[in-house]
């Protein structure tokens, strides 16, 4: 099919506009534009063209709902019968947490036999030990310790699990998460 004169105008128009941008342009896209009947059409298909989503296994979906359901929605939290006031909002973008959690898992578990089940069951755990420390130590000290804790999107994001995979439950309630034994 040829192209008719506007429509040629108007490729070369978007190359000159890129090489004004001192962007450069890959030799497929100049041959991806030549091939189609008009520009606007080019234009109209690779505005409509996305990436495709990761794919998060049901397995994952379900894990991360009961990971979701025990991050603290916000820094406030009631230990022994002491509230600890807290503003800060800790969870949003579940859709994001989700995505990152997917990962996390995949990466944690990846040298088990069940990569998912044992990334999701120790991910899980780090948090629960991670936010009981936290929990004692706001009682020791007599301030909220939970305003330091990262919203999720960031703990995934930043892995701020990674130092509690492993770590058991606080044996003692005094015992200081600052302290090495």
């Given at each position: 099919?040829?192209?008719k004169?506007?429509?040629?105008?108007?490729?070369?128009?978007?190359?000159?506009?890129?090489?004004?941008?001192?962007?450069?342009?890959?030799?497929?896209?100049?041959?991806?534009?030549?091939?189609?009947?008009?520009?606007?059409?080019?234009?109209?298909?690779?505005?409509?063209?996305?990436?495709?989503?990761?794919?998060?296994?049901?397995?994952?979906?379900?894990?991360?709902?009961?990971?979701?359901?025990?991050?603290?929605?916000?820094?406030?939290?009631?230990y022994?019968?002491?509230?600890?006031?807290?503003?800060?909002s800790?969870?949003?973008?579940?859709?994001?947490?989700?995505?990152?959690?997917?990962?996390?898992?995949?990466?944690?578990?990846?040298?088990?036999?069940?990569?998912?089940?044992?990334?999701?069951?120790?991910?899980?755990k780090?948090?629960?030990?991670?936010?009981?420390?936290i929990?004692?130590?706001?009682?020791?000290?007599?301030?909220?310790?939970?305003?330091?804790?990262?919203?999720?999107?960031?703990?995934?994001?930043?892995?701020?699990y990674?130092?509690?995979?492993?770590?058991?439950?606080?044996v003692?309630?005094?015992q200081?998460?600052?302290?090495?034994?």
């Open positions: 099919m040829a192209i004169q506007e429509e040629y105008e108007s490729i070369v128009k978007y190359i000159q506009d890129r090489m004004m941008a001192n962007s450069i342009i890959p030799v497929e896209e100049i041959v991806d534009i030549a091939t189609y009947a008009s520009y606007d059409q080019y234009i109209a298909d690779t505005k409509k063209v996305k990436k495709a989503k990761p794919v998060v296994s049901k397995e994952v979906e379900e894990a991360f709902l009961k990971f979701w359901a025990v991050y603290p929605a916000t820094s406030k939290f009631t022994k019968g002491k509230i600890f006031q807290g503003e800060r800790l969870k949003s973008n579940k859709s994001v947490c989700l995505k990152l959690y997917n990962d996390a898992v995949l990466e944690v578990g990846k040298n088990w036999s069940d990569p998912i089940l044992t990334g999701a069951s120790m991910i899980h780090a948090l629960q030990v991670q936010l009981e420390h929990k004692i130590e706001s009682y020791k000290k007599g301030d909220n310790r939970m305003q330091y804790l990262k919203s999720c999107e960031v703990y995934l994001r930043q892995k701020a990674e130092p509690w995979l492993g770590e058991e439950f606080p003692d309630s005094e200081s998460i600052y302290t090495e034994a």
